[in-house]
């Protein structure tokens, strides 16, 4: 996230503000020292991301996708494809 100064905000503010409704959110700093965040409105709230599961019931996978070409890497590392550890 990238920090501007108070005086660079002021000049470019519109500028900004469009940015920041469009996702990109910015520090304002005075002095080098951060004093505000601006984000959207509708940014979610640090609570509300999530991680696991973000993709649940858009994509598919085989159900052997673990052993999906295993009859060619196997013997790349020595390994016998009928066992596994």
Do not use: C, W, Y
Request: proline share 8%; charged share 25%.
């Amino acid at each position: 996230m990238r920090t501007i100064d108070l005086q660079e905000a002021k000049t470019h503010l519109s500028k900004l503000v469009e940015e920041a409704a469009r996702g990109e959110p910015f520090i304002v700093a005075k002095a080098g020292k951060p004093l505000v965040k601006v984000v959207a409105l509708n940014a979610p709230e640090p609570t509300q991301v999530r991680r696991l599961g973000f993709l649940g019931g858009q994509i598919s996978a085989p159900a052997d996708f673990d052993r999906m070409g295993a009859d060619e890497i196997d013997p790349l590392f020595g390994t016998d494809p009928g066992r596994l550890t």
